[in-house]
């Protein structure tokens, strides 16, 4: 059983001892989930009950501590990869959760005497084909495509690489419910379609089932697919009385359309209470769209990837209350060590990906003050790569 699949099961037994402790407190309805029901499922709801509810805050509470280590494979030694380059292209380098990805991977690559190197980007696709050719021409050793970039977009370009043999790996695009694109040398997943779950579960627990929300997503991102799926399933099962609103913006276009679109939601909706920016590099324009409404302490914030700047926010003001982030020292051995399984020709992990942790006001303060990527998840990654690195 892969580690994902592990995880989804860890959370059913989770949640059915919730409704289990739910249900014996008060008689079993038509309409309340029943003995036949899937672990962790229940029956379509007209509207956020509390049973439901208390399913919904146990699944937060597991997932606010941090994480067990689990190891993606067997040990491997990359000493012999000493002079090896890796080039690592991600979506876009203006968000920091994808800029200091490639950074600490760097800082770690270091010590194998490997070189990477990012090449920065603004989110435009003629850019990373730019990427992909600066590849061949510095004779890079294997690219890593990054933090949500779709690999289809570069369908010739991995062909021409591949055909130069260099290995191009993506990292952190697909859920682990896609088919990767054909051609790639490895995966390194990340459970989009949780995250999406959590972010909807919160905004529920948050609003106590009366949610008016929301959703601000990218658009032609090859993991929002099923994040938004995660998101609406949520809806769909725990409240669908919940008015739930999409707005779709490019990356590129985040700096110059979220405010305007979000402040236009705030003034035709006096009832909005809830905002879910997908990822929460587009915090930084949603926030002052709700300070300027004058909406600070109504309208709540919930998002993933624990960016620090985001986090502070959480710590020291009403806006963001909500943040689940991956475990990051893990996220970046992780795309590492499937970089090594490829360049030692060793077998690629199958369900490499690194763990989530929430962050609230409640635990927020393990994530340093002031926050950083590094803090928050525990010592597990940097103990536990180390030594799976031993060979």
């Given amino acids: 059983m892969s580690r994902h699949y592990l995880a989804k099961a860890t959370v059913g037994l989770l ?3 919730a409704i289990a402790a739910c249900s014996s407190s008060s008689s079993p309805s038509s309409g309340s989930a029943g003995s036949n029901s899937a672990p962790g499922a229940t029956s379509p709801l007209s509207t956020a009950t509390s049973s439901g509810l208390a399913v919904l805050r146990a699944k937060i509470a597991h997932y606010m501590q941090a994480p067990a280590w ?30 200091d990805i490639s950074t600490e991977m760097a800082a770690v690559a270091k010590q194998f005497g ?22 061949l021409s510095t004779h890079q050793n294997l690219v890593d ?20 043999g260099i290995d191009v790996v993506s990292a952190h695009a697909y859920d682990p419910s896609q088919r990767p694109f054909p051609g790639l040398s490895g995966v390194v997943y990340a459970q989009y379609n949780f995250v999406g779950e959590l972010e909807a579960d919160w905004s529920i627990l948050q609003t106590g089932g009366h949610g008016n929300i929301l959703v601000v997503s990218d658009e032609g991102d090859v993991s929002e697919p099923p994040l938004i799926a995660g998101i609406r399933s949520q809806f769909a099962q725990y409240c669908p009385s919940c008015v739930v609103s999409y707005v779709y913006i490019p990356i590129p276009d985040w700096a110059t359309k979220i405010q305007p679109a979000v402040a236009a939601k705030i003034s035709s909706d006096p009832k909005l209470n809830f905002i879910i920016p997908i990822g929460d590099g587009m915090v930084q324009y949603v926030a002052p769209a709700i300070v300027a409404a004058g909406a600070t302490g109504r309208i709540h914030v919930g998002s993933f990837n624990a960016t620090p700047s985001v986090v502070k926010m959480m710590q020291s003001g009403s806006t963001v209350t909500f943040d689940v982030g991956e475990d990051f020292p893990w996220l970046s051995r992780a795309i590492l060590d499937q970089d ?19 962050f609230t006001k409640q635990n927020a303060s ?6 950083s990527f590094e803090e928050g998840y525990g010592n597990a990654a940097n103990v536990n790569f180390a030594v799976l690195w031993k060979g």
């Fill in 15 to 17: 949640l059915a001892t």
């Fill in 70 to 99: 689990v190891s993606p494979g067997p040990s491997i030694n990359p000493v012999s990869l000493s002079g090896k380059k890796i080039l690592v292209i991600p979506t876009s380098s203006a968000i920091p959760f994808c800029s």
């Fill in 114 to 135: 490997i070189t990477v190197t990012q090449y920065a980007n603004q989110g435009e696709p003629s850019q990373w084909v730019a990427g992909m050719n600066q590849a």
């Fill in 145 to 164: 495509l990054t933090c949500g970039l779709n690999p289809a977009s570069l369908g010739p370009q991995i062909s021409q690489l591949k055909a130069a």
């Fill in 340 to 358: 090594f399984r490829v360049l030692l020709h060793t077998t690629p992990s199958v369900s490499e990906y690194a763990p989530v942790r929430i």
């Fill in 366 to 371: 393990d994530a340093g003050i002031p926050p």
